[in-house]
């Protein structure tokens, strides 16, 4: 389930593409500024007209700059197996969702450079069209000089060795391969990441106080947003490191309730859901599940009919709900969560159902393991 802040866009090579709110924000600034502000400044004859179109027309081949730099990481992760879930740009360019770690560190030094490669490829090629429609079109060699200097620009920031920038990936699979641990290597490429992230701030702070405020405060925002990004990224290997070598079968809880299909909906509040203090219901017996309720979906039904609707005509269907087996590593199941934005996972044996995986259980699960620093 996407997060609602996100406007599907479509699908480019199989690939869902996004943008994120924040995006139309920096899209509406950067078409602003280039109309309001760069095109009249450095070429002060042409119309108010020409201005703005030439603004959205180098904004939107900005992003279009972004996103290519995003599938060009996309296609190298998916051509090594590793599944790419959706591009989204944001306010900071742009992300790529892939949910693995590359199996190596020669794929994930591929997987890095092709982007800011793609990025500074796409500048040299802008600059060579700037140099050649410098001839006939004084609007074109504009255009491409502002997209040959901001792609060239990004290709290079995204080089900065701090993680979670691309650079950053390329020194973590160099300590990869030096120390033969991904856990190490990451660690200490978060730390130059943090690092990196505290320059920008400091750097935009100073800016800011010595008269370049929008500018300044833009660089200490990229640094912020660096450091979320690399703590975030921290955490992440963090909770896949605890997670790892465990198992659906260790965390799920098995007394769960069940509740006959025949049932209405205004019983299972009265005699099952405000008594019992469960989210999760299920239908049916062990051996015959038909489906799952959860609060949320009672919620959906007006009060009004509860004694008129029976527990099967609102439950999700098994077929249609993601099981886990026994065996599925935590880590596939914390992500099939997060991915369905659901907080259980029926756990399966043999088309039988052995008990449910829920979110209160990982958490526990991650709380326990973390203060006791247990594998
Ligand atoms: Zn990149």
Redesign the pocket.
């Known amino acids: 389930m996407l997060p609602k802040e996100h406007i599907r866009l479509g699908k480019v090579l199989g690939i869902p593409v996004q943008v994120d709110l924040s995006w139309i924000l920096i899209f509406l600034w950067l078409s602003w500024s280039l109309a309001g502000g760069y095109f009249p400044r450095n070429y002060p004859h042409w119309s108010l007209g020409l201005y703005w179109l030439l603004g959205v027309l180098t904004s939107l081949l900005f992003f279009g700059s972004v996103l290519l ?1 995003e599938l060009g ?1 996309s296609l190298v992760a998916r051509s090594q197996g590793v599944p790419v879930r959706s591009i989204t740009l944001f306010i900071f360019g742009g992300a790529a969702e892939i949910t693995e770690e590359p199996s190596s560190p020669n794929r994930e030094i591929a997987m890095a450079l092709v ?2 490669g793609i990025s500074v490829a796409l500048g040299l090629i802008f600059m060579a069209i700037y140099a050649l429609a410098g001839l006939f079109s004084e609007p074109v060699k504009a255009v491409a000089l502002y997209l040959g200097g901001i792609n060239i620009s990004l290709g290079l920031f ?1 080089l900065i060795p701090g993680f979670p920038l ?1 650079g950053g990936r390329v020194l973590r699979a160099i300590l990869w391969r030096a120390y033969g641990n991904l856990v190490i290597a990451t660690q200490w490429a978060t730390r130059v990441g943090q690092v990196v992230a505290y320059g920008f701030m400091v750097f935009g702070i100073v800016r800011a106080f010595t008269g370049d405020w929008i500018g300044g405060l833009w660089i200490a925002f990229i640094g912020l947003f660096l450091d979320g990004a690399a703590r975030s990224a921290y955490m992440q290997m963090t909770l896949n490191n605890l997670l790892e070598g465990h198992v659906a079968a260790e965390v799920m809880t098995s007394d769960c309730l069940w509740v006959p299909p025949q049932l209405t909906l205004d019983l299972l509040v009265e005699h099952y859901i405000l008594r019992q203090n469960r989210r999760c219901y299920l239908v049916g017996q062990p051996d015959h599940v038909l489906g799952l309720l959860t609060v949320h979906h009672v919620q959906q039904v007006p009060r009004a009919n509860w004694p008129y609707t029976r527990v099967e005509q609102v439950l999700v269907p098994i077929e249609r709900l993601r099981t886990v087996s026994l065996e599925t590593p935590l880590r596939e199941v914390l992500q099939h969560m997060t991915a369905d934005g659901v907080n259980q996972l029926p756990v399966m044996d043999g088309g039988r159902l052995v008990g449910m995986v829920t979110r209160e259980n990982l958490i526990t699960f991650i709380q326990n393991r973390s203060l006791l620093s247990a594998k």
Request: charged residues 15%; glycine residues 16%; aromatic residues 0%.
């Open positions: 730099h990481h982007g800011p995204n691309d």
